[in-house]
């Protein structure tokens, strides 16, 4: 469980100058460390960095190749997806503590292992041999970021989009663009629990495209990618809109059971 120690409390409770005065403890084990995470704990987190499809970046069985079953018989809309971590604890809570407990800070450690794939999968930067990319499919990087949106009533109750966060720190370090092209108009019911189907026919009448796409390279930003119906629904109206590619670059990606 994700422990909160009274030093850390008294650090969000108390000025920047003070606070560094106070012992740091790491956030899991409630060890000593020089950061909210001890270099064991952060070293033992789930990382999405196995074998995984070249589009949805699921784990692969060992009788697919470079495809999933499910990318090879209904291609998503959308190009390509890049996860940092399995959403399994303990990475789980601390996307929970980003998103609903305003745990900012969590956002440069989470994005760090995302930022190099991103280096390794893009013509902009030196690749390795390890590069997820095969030589002849990097793509340039994209032109712009789009977060995906929250109800304007989630954001006024939250205080902030989680996406929008994560967008801003990744945008800094790629130095590209924040284009908020996505509206959530409808609030739809809780996704958390629903078959991909029933995600789907949440979000069909609920997404809107306002802002011109056509032409663009567009890099989708969320926190968790769960079933995929989320940025799929964004992905295919994108895609209607004229994007002529759209990735998706996500913290978590929940594993496939």
């Not at 704990?41 to 789930?46: A, F, I, K, V, W």
């Not at 002849?136 to 304007?152: A, C, E, G, K, Q």
């Not at 509206?183 to 189907?197: D, E, I, S, V, Y």
């Not at 895609?239 to 590619?245: L, M, V």
Request: charged share 20%; proline share 8%.
């Amino acid at each position: 469980m994700l422990k909160i120690s009274i030093a850390e409390r008294l650090k969000q409770a108390i000025p920047p100058l003070f606070s560094a005065f106070l012992p740091q403890i790491c956030h899991l084990c409630s060890g000593s460390s020089s950061s909210r995470l001890c270099n064991r704990c952060y070293e033992s987190l789930p990382k999405n960095n196995q074998a995984s499809c070249s589009i949805c970046d699921l784990p692969l069985l060992l009788a697919e190749s470079t495809l999933c079953n499910d990318c090879l018989q209904k291609p998503p809309s959308f190009d390509l997806a890049l996860c940092a971590w399995r959403y399994e604890a303990p990475v789980n809570q601390l996307i929970t503590s980003l998103k609903e407990k305003h745990g900012h800070f969590w956002i440069p450690s989470l994005s760090h292992p995302l930022l190099r794939k991103i280096q390794r999968c893009y013509l902009d930067f030196d690749h390795s041999p390890q590069s997820p990319c095969t030589p002849h499919s990097r793509p340039s990087l994209p032109d712009t970021l789009v977060p995906i949106p929250i109800h304007w009533t989630s954001r006024m109750i939250r205080g902030y989009n989680q996406s929008q966060l994560i967008a801003q720190y990744i945008a800094s370090q790629v130095k590209r663009p924040i284009q908020s092209a996505l509206q959530k108009r409808t609030r739809t019911p809780a996704q958390k629990g629903l078959t991909r189907l029933q995600r789907q026919r949440n979000l069909q009448s609920s997404l809107v495209c306002g802002q011109k796409v056509e032409g663009k390279h567009i890099a989708l930003i969320d926190d968790v990618m769960t079933t995929g119906a989320t940025v799929e629904a964004a992905a295919q109206l994108l895609k209607q809109h004229g994007a002529k590619r759209v990735d998706i670059w996500a913290l978590a990606r929940t594993p496939k059971t």
